[in-house]
């Protein structure tokens, strides 16, 4: 790789940055960058989407958005993993034995299971654990009024399903956001980024510790779902860090 090709990487990113800054500014988006009004905002749900099917019926309301992936404030710092969760979040453990990881002869950084940050993601999207199975709740959430069914993010016609409705008739389809344990179609997760080192010249080195310019985010030097989606930005479709055009480019050289 020559000084020139990364210097063009490099002018490629602040430019995509800056055109981001422009739309948002242009768009005057109050609400640009927040979880809020988001796919993962679970508070309010009913009145959001104009039913009385979901919040506290499919699943429970703890009336902050946070806590379904964050601890709730009254227990920063407690110990998630005591309890079967997953460490530093506010959810538990899905049975890792299950999934089944991407794999290739070209791999070089092979893995056995994804990690926390990862377990996050896949604890709703894998389709298997309630999207309201959360380690704590908020103090306030009075549990003995609780009367929900707890569905999952899965898109099987079966009554503990989010499926049940979003079949695409009574409701848009959810399938295509359940991933369920085989990721073998999906891109590979959890494995230390190849371009590290700067030996494997299939890939750009990162421009930081925490990864690229771009906002395309290294875990440990790990590859993870948040590498490439915020969950905090729905300005970007998708939740991608950089429009889907760039993202791959970030890394892969060809
Ligand atoms: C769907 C899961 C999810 C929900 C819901 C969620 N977050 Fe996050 N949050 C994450 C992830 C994943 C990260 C790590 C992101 C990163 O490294 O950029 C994070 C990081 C953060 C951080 C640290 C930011 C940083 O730069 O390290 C703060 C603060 C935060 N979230 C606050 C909130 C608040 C406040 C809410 C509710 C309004 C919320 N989050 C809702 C998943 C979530
Ligand atoms: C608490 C459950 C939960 C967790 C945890 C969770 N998600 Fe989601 N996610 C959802 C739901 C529900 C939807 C919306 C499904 C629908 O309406 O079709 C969604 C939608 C998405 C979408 C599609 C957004 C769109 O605009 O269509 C992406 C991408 C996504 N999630 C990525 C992630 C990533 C990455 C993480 C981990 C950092 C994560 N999710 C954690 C429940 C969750
Ligand atoms: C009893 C039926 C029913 C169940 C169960 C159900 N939903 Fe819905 N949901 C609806 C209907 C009806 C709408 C409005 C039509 C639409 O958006 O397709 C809706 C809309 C939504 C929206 C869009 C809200 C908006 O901003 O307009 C989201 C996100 C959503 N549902 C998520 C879920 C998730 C996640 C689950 C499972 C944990 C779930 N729903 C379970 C019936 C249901
Ligand atoms: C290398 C980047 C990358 C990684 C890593 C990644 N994704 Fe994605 N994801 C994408 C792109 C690009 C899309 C949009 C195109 C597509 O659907 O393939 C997407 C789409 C999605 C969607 C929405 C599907 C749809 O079309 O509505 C969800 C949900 C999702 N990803 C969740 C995850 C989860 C959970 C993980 C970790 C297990 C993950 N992603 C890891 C790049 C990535
Ligand atoms: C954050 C950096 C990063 C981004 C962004 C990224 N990749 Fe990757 N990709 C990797 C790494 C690292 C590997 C695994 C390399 C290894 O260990 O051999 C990989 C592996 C792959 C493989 C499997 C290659 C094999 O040898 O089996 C494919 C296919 C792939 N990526 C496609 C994509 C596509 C398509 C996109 C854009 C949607 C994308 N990648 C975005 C870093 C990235």
Redesign the pocket.
């Known amino acids: 790789m020559t000084a020139k090709s990364r210097l063009t990487v490099n002018s490629v990113h602040i430019s995509t940055a800056l055109v981001g800054m422009l739309l948002v500014a242009a768009c005057g988006l109050a609400q640009a960058g927040t979880i809020l009004g988001s796919k993962h905002d679970f508070t309010g749900l009913n009145e959001k989407a104009g039913v009385v099917a979901m919040s506290r019926v499919a699943f429970a309301d703890y009336g902050s958005p946070c806590v379904y992936c964050h601890l709730p404030p009254e227990k920063e710092g407690a110990d998630t993993e005591e309890f079967g969760g997953i460490p530093g979040w506010n959810r538990y453990q899905p049975a890792t034995g299950a999934y089944e990881l991407y794999d290739s002869r070209t791999l070089d950084n092979k893995v056995r299971t994804?990690s926390p940050i990862?377990l996050l993601?896949?604890s709703c999207?894998d389709g298997t654990m309630s999207v309201d199975m959360t380690v704590f709740q908020p103090d306030g959430w009075d549990s003995a009024a609780d009367a929900s069914l707890h569905v999952r993010l899965n898109g099987g016609n079966d009554l503990m399903n989010c499926g049940k409705c979003h079949n695409g008739y009574a409701a848009h389809s959810i399938e295509?956001?359940h991933?369920g344990s085989d990721?073998q179609n999906?891109?590979?997760?959890s494995m230390t980024y190849a371009g590290l080192t700067a030996r494997d010249p299939d890939y750009w080195p990162p421009d930081n510790a925490d990864g690229f310019e771009n906002g395309v985010k290294l875990y440990d030097n790990r590859?993870?779902?948040a590498?490439?989606?915020n969950v905090h930005n729905p300005d970007v479709n998708?939740?991608?860090r950089t429009g889907?055009e760039r993202?791959?480019e970030t890394?892969h050289i060809k």
């Open positions: 994804p990862s993601c896949l999207h295509i956001k991933i990721l999906d891109h590979p997760i590859v993870e779902c590498t490439c989606h998708l939740l991608l889907a993202l791959c890394c």
